[in-house]
Nanobody, 124 residues
Framework: QVQLVESWGGLVQPGGSLRLSCAAS????????VGWFRQVSGNERGGVSCIMSSDGRIYYARSVNGRFTVSRDNAKNTMYLQMNSLKPEDTAVYFC?????????????????WGQGTQVTVSS
């Protein structure tokens, strides 16, 4: 059974850090393009950071570039999103996703498998 499970969301103060994890099962994550997306209630889900399987290129949304770092551990079949210098506007539900074939850097419509999402709240 193909499954992605996010963890380690939570409440953090502005300027703080969180590290999200996404454990994959049922398929080898290293053969897929992977990404993190986020959704604020009432808005569309948007790409935060993605890694293309074809050449390893990494995309960051402009709003998180320099603060967030995406990575994956193939041995653990897990991907991560390290989030530093968090801002209130980073508050959202964060989803991890995997895609067999992508033609864009971080288009959510191209991703086949999705986790259930984890809430990140940045507030004092």
């Amino acid at each position: 059974q193909v499954q992605l499970v996010e963890s380690w969301g939570g409440l953090v103060q502005p300027g703080g850090s969180l590290r999200l994890s996404c454990a994959a099962s049922g398929f080898p994550l290293n053969y897929y393009s992977v990404g993190w997306f986020r959704q604020v209630s009432g808005n569309e889900r948007g790409g935060v950071s993605c890694i293309m399987s074809s050449d390893g290129r990494i995309y960051y949304a402009r709003s998180v570039n320099g603060r967030f770092t995406v990575s994956r551990d193939n041995a653990k079949n897990t991907m991560y999103l390290q989030m530093n210098s968090l801002k209130p506007e980073d508050t959202a539900v964060y989803f991890c996703a995997a895609a067999t074939t992508v033609t864009t850097m971080c288009g959510e419509w191209e991703y086949d498998y999705w986790g259930q999402g984890t809430q990140v709240t940045v507030s004092s």
